[in-house]
Nanobody
Framework: QLQLVESGGGLVQPGGSLRLSCAASGSILSIYTMGWYRQAPGKQRELVARITTGGSTEYLDSVKDRFTISRDNVKNMVYLQMISLNPEDTAVYYC?????????WGQGTLVTVSS
């Protein structure tokens, strides 16, 4: 069974940067479409970025040109590089893996953007 563990969240000032990491274990990551989702207080969880097994990416409009998703199938890692952060990016960020009917989630990492 695939297990996902996120790290890299924290408190950052507006305009700052963070890199989130998602470590996968228990299965080969290369077969999964990987995504980063986020959920802000009082809001629904939303897809932030996704990367397919072939490396194609898609982004939420509000994070395009600021966030970059990447994967390292050798290290079984997925990353989300975030720049120019603003308070609206404050949320718990979750790593997600999808393959066929399988859908796995990490426990989340909190990103707080505040001065």
């Amino acid at each position: 069974q695939l297990q996902l563990v996120e790290s890299g969240g924290g408190l950052v000032q507006p305009g700052g940067s963070l890199r989130l990491s998602c470590a996968a274990s228990g299965s080969i990551l290369s077969i999964y479409t990987m995504g980063w989702y986020r959920q802000a207080p009082g809001k629904q969880r939303e897809l932030v970025a996704r990367i397919t097994t072939g490396g194609s990416t898609e982004y939420l409009d509000s994070v395009k040109d600021r966030f970059t998703i990447s994967r390292d199938n050798v290290k079984n890692m997925v990353y989300l590089q975030m720049i120019s952060l603003n308070p609206e990016d404050t949320a718990v960020y979750y790593c997600n893996a999808k393959f066929s009917l399988r859908d796995y989630w990490g426990q989340g990492t909190l990103v707080t953007v505040s001065s």
